[in-house]
């Protein structure tokens, strides 16, 4: 080849590449311009959700605490002040700005332990040894190792749990700004918005053995860093959700079984509908989202045509399943970029009467990881699932999963069509995008 040749080819492939980077940008700037914060000055504390983003804005939107009066606007450090801000009377819209990071355990565990509590005790009592696998421990006495935990476990319970009121916006200040050991209790109310805040998952300090739960008996623990139980109209956006200074890889193991101290990131559960969660991070965890807690009818009464919620532009990294794992709810997951680790399970659950459309998503998979595991199915519900790119091809995730694992055949087709949604990037394009553009500390 000439070398006049050699530079033709070479300046085309230039071009080619600062196009593609050039167009990459753009995108991220026009996705940038329709996120709030970005087109005006106001203060992002009383920022909206804006029209047509996702389930949120449907039907009266997502206001939050944005008209709050400057009586109801509360600047806190402390948990304390926390619980003591959202606990404050009345109806009328309130912002919680939150400076630094707030501990909600700050004195550790053995502040929650009742007397006589130990945990030695519970372990020679509890073993299979001497327990055995057949019984479970609902019946222990309250002065039994089991009793003392289970009022142990009360007392942090009562501790970590802050209820959220309606019309409320919670948002971080800054760039460090988070909730570190607290469960956020989004329970029976309308209007709430939670931003800019990183959330380091709660540790149950007194996980229960459960002697019946699989062949070998299971450590089951409590608290979600955020739970929207019952709630209308809830939007989540640039937080970032890690277990960081507690991961399971560092846990013990008691009974040779990991001593599970976490729950989930994020539970939209009984009833709940009308949820945008945007521009967030998911990170080291392992049951990650739920939405329906359960399979058994007296849940489904109340989840049936409720559960509706949206993902878009999130960031999932590191995690083990639940990227969520879907009941009932009609679920629009798209423009979010998962990226696998070496404990990977799957990312989307399909659950009893889900009808999950998942659409112009990234996946990043190590070598070896197939495809086939983006999707898993609990049960028999139809799922959308196009427009899809994992290590940058387009793939069919239906038909991939189908193909190799026959036992699990999914059916195509949600049955329904979202309508409520942003600027919708192609997939090849949300990599960049959102692991630039996602997590707390990034919302301007």
Known sequence: MSTSRWHGHATKRTAALVGCTALVLSLAAATAQARPGHHHARDTARQTLPAGDGWASHGTGTTGGADAGKERVFTVSTWDEFKAALAVEGTAPRIVKVRGTIDA??????????????????????????????TDLSDEPDDSPEGLRRASAAQQDVAIKANVPVNTTIIGVGRNAGLKGASLQIKGVDNVIVRNLTFE????????????????GNWNSEYDSAVVHGSTHVWLDHNTFTDGEHPDSEAPAYFGMLYQQHDGQLDIVKGADYVTASWNVFTEHDKTILIG?????????VDRGHLKTTFHHNLFKDLVERAPRVRFGQVDVYNNHFVAGEDYAYSFGVGKESQLVAEHNAFTLPDGVSPAKVLKKWSEAPVTAAHNRVNGRLVDLIAVHNAEIPDETLRSGAGWTPTLRTKVLPAWAVPFVVDHGAGAGRLR
């Open 293 to 301: 807690n359960s399979d058994s009818e007296s849940t489904a009464v």
């Open 201 to 216: 998952s709660p540790v149950d300090c007194f996980p229960q053995w459960d002697p019946t739960d699989g062949d070998k």
């Open 105 to 134: 355990v700050s004195e550790g565990c053995e502040a929650f332990a009742v007397p006589g509590y130990d945990f030695d005790a519970y372990l020679e009592k509890y073993s299979p040894e001497s327990w055995g696998t057949e």
